[in-house]
């Protein structure tokens, strides 16, 4: 068949389209044109059979990737339509199935769809006993993938690739085609009318419906209410694995922030209600107040059995304001507890010592034999460094002596000068050889 007699092959095909497709099909007039056009397009780009024996057939396939509200929850769905086409342009195979998109894709859903479509195709040619096929994409990716001008890295495409070249054996001859996206149209239309048909498929007011989805951390599929929703980015996780992600910041001291991949979204304290136990939430809440606090302006309750975290300012507003204690509290420090409501001294950090100053209450048996005097004298002998910002002591175990505190400043453990940008402004060495944690084979 030569190429010029495309148009009137085109023309005598027309009603064969319908009709090789069968009498109860729902093709509409746009279809059998946009068909048409593709067998056009294609016609012009592959080379003509030299035999009835060595027929090729045409294989269009599309992929598509749509986000639907159902049930009022939003859902994503991959949209496949699969076109065969004989070498004189009559349809023998058109199809379209819609499947929801798996959890784990973000980032390569496009590809994974096409890669999906095309194996339908493959699959639906060898069903039908077809051995040479000249395969027609618009996706630039994947018709790299087919040519080996590129190798996938997403291992679920790799996985699919590899499922590709296995079916695409089974094919005596077999050539890949970019065409444009105009020219495939039609096997568009068929993608996002099954993606309609499968999102009508769900009652809009049937309460019996359980929507299930499925977590992109565990990959277990469970229902819709058993989905935490964070706040502002509005991923979505479930219960099971956000508790654990939520306890194992708060363990390392840190605010809890969405899981996924570069979001940066803080989890709402109040969400986590549902989450936590009593004492692990006990815990979150008292993170987000230690992260509103700057470190400078944190102070922390002297009694052992209190140890409330407090700002400079809420202190003093909470300290009485009577004349005598007024200018105590002026003079010499003394502070009120907000919660529970014993006076300390805010400048050594100690339960309130009256009639005696900071120096002298230093020197003093009381602070000899108080917890702080035994913590200080500790201290000294592990070598701890305490934090010149928010007065955090830090036991260097193993690494090298540059410390990142939680309170976001850096310094030398060795001798407490400051990190800046990561630099040391001390001439301490980076590390000592005995906190250096080596390999098995250099300990023997």
Request: hydrophobic content about 35%.
């Amino acid at each position: 068949m030569e190429v010029d007699d495309t148009d009137q092959l085109l023309a005598g095909q027309f009603h064969e389209v319908a009709a090789a497709v069968g009498g109860g099909s729902d093709l509409d007039f746009s279809f059998q044109l946009q068909m048409q056009e593709a067998i056009r397009a294609s016609l012009n780009s592959k080379p003509s059979s030299s035999s009835s024996s060595d027929e090729v057939f045409s294989v269009y396939f599309k992929g598509l990737v749509s986000n639907e509200m159902v049930l009022s929850v939003k859902m994503s769905f991959v949209g496949i339509g699969v076109a065969i086409c004989d070498s004189s342009g009559g349809c023998l195979i058109q199809s379209g199935k819609s499947i929801v998109l798996e959890a784990g894709c973000r980032g390569s859903e496009g590809d994974l769809a096409e890669l999906e479509a095309l194996i339908e195709a493959l699959n639906a040619a060898v069903n039908f006993g077809l051995k040479r096929v000249n395969v027609f994409c618009d996706s630039n990716s994947v018709h790299q993938f087919l040519t080996g001008e590129r190798q996938p890295t997403n291992k679920k495409i790799v996985t699919l690739v590899d499922g590709l070249n296995l079916t695409r054996g089974k094919f005596v001859y077999f050539a890949p085609f970019h065409m444009k996206k105009n020219d495939m149209k039609f096997v568009y239309k068929l993608a996002r009318d099954a993606i309609v048909s499968e999102t009508t498929k769900w009652p809009e007011n049937d309460s019996d419906v359980a929507i299930t989805e499925q977590c992109t951390i565990c990959f277990g599929y469970v229902q819709h209410g058993q989905m935490f929703s964070i706040n502002k980015c509005v991923h979505r996780y479930c219960f099971s694995c956000m508790k654990k992600h939520v306890e194992a910041k708060l363990l390392q001291g840190k605010l809890p922030e969405c899981p996924h991949d570069k979001c940066t979204s803080n989890i709402a304290i109040e969400s986590c209600k549902k989450l936590l136990n009593r004492e692990s939430y006990r815990i979150m809440r008292s993170r987000v107040k230690e992260a509103s606090i700057p470190p400078a302006d944190k102070v922390y309750c002297p009694f052992s059995n209190c140890s409330a975290l407090m700002s400079q300012t809420e202190v003093k507003e909470h300290t009485p304001t009577s004349s005598s204690t007024a200018a105590a509290a002026g003079d010499s420090g003394m502070r009120k507890c907000v919660e529970c409501n014993r006076m300390f001294c805010i400048t050594c950090k100690v339960p309130w010592h009256d009639n005696i100053t900071c120096s002298d209450y230093m020197k003093s048996f009381l602070f000899k034999s108080s917890n702080e005097a035994k913590l200080k004298s500790l201290a000294t002998e592990k070598h701890w460094r305490a934090c010149i910002k928010c007065k955090n002591l830090v036991e260097l175990a193993r690494g090298c002596n540059h410390i990142y505190c939680r309170c976001g400043h850096e310094f030398c453990y060795k001798c407490g000068a400051e990190w800046i940008n990561k630099i040391p402004t001390c001439k301490c060495p980076i590390w000592d050889e005995r906190n250096i944690v080596y390999g098995q084979h250099r300990r023997r």
